[in-house]
């Protein structure tokens, strides 16, 4: 017997359109990160991009649990000594609602060239419209 292995030629990506409305954030960026990487396929190879797209709309309407929209805050420098920046939970969703749902899954993906490609293949979107109709996507309940 011979032990398969995934080519790139050998995948195929379906499109997946997910409500953010009144989810808690941690579930549904471990859910968003694993159709990403594909971890849902019987064909997952983890040094390959084998995941597919997904869409996620209502962003601005996900939600934290206890104290976290309180107590969260977002961290950035910018570059120069003594210059930190932190941004609350609030400010971030009212400001750049699909950033919040980016830098969770962002979070819950390889640190890597593999990483980066699979974020492209992300899009959020803070309304219930988007622009990928002729995709047909897939919708899934979390």
């Known amino acids: 017997m011979k032990t398969y292995a995934t080519k790139p030629k050998d995948i195929q990506r379906r499109w997946y359109l997910l409500d953010a409305e009144g989810v808690v954030l941690g579930r549904l960026a471990s859910t968003v990160a694993q159709l990403l990487r594909g971890k849902h396929k019987p064909t997952f190879a983890p040094y390959l991009d084998c995941g597919d797209h997904v869409i996620v709309v209502n962003a601005a309407k996900v939600r934290l649990t206890g104290r976290k929209a309180e107590q969260k805050r977002y961290f950035r420098h910018t570059g120069y000594m003594g210059h930190e920046k932190f941004i609350p939970f609030a400010t971030m969703l009212a400001r750049h609602p699909e950033r919040v749902i980016e830098l969770a ?38």
């Open 105 to 142: 899954v962002k979070g819950m993906l390889p640190k890597n060239d593999l990483g980066r490609s699979l974020r492209r293949k992300l899009k959020v979107y803070a309304g219930p419209e988007h622009p990928h109709e002729t995709q047909r996507p897939v919708k899934l309940e979390i």
